[in-house]
């Protein structure tokens, strides 16, 4: 089993900035993938970014390239996504979410393991 506990999200201004972390526990290995998706009011859960345990590899959503960016830190096992020039849009419940191989997937249905959810508000 895997534990997955995010934190970080709050209420910002547009182009604002935030910094969600994502702390993993359990039996979590370097072949893992960990992902950002998020979900607004009244749509479906959207894939943000993606990154492996074992690879510097990135990916992210052609949405938020150039302003968010999701990294690391292994000794910690914590992922974190920073979240740069917000905009209303963002706003939304960011989940962390882990899936038992290295290659990403941009589907929800294929990660394993998700967190309770943290709120981003990005107020105009």
């Known amino acids: 089993q895997v534990q997955l506990v995010e934190s970080g999200g709050g209420l910002v201004q547009a182009g604002g900035s935030l910094r969600l972390s994502c702390a993993a526990s359990?039996?979590?290995?370097?072949?893992?993938?960990m992902a950002w998706f998020r979900q607004a009011p009244g749509k479906e859960r959207d894939f943000v970014a993606a990154?492996?345990?074992?690879?510097?590899?990135?990916y992210r959503a052609d949405s938020v390239k150039g302003r968010f960016t999701i990294s690391r830190d292994n000794a910690k096992n914590t992922v974190f996504l920073q979240m740069n020039s917000l905009k209303p849009e963002d706003t939304a419940v960011y989940y962390c979410?882990?899936?038992?191989?290295?290659?990403?997937?941009?589907?929800?249905?294929?990660?394993?393991?998700w967190g309770q959810g943290t709120q981003v508000t990005v107020s105009s």
């Open positions: 359990g039996r979590i290995s370097s072949s893992y993938t």
């Open positions: 990154i492996s345990w074992s690879s510097p590899t990135t």
């Open positions: 979410a882990a899936k038992p191989t290295p290659r990403y997937s941009v589907s929800d249905y294929e990660y394993d393991y």
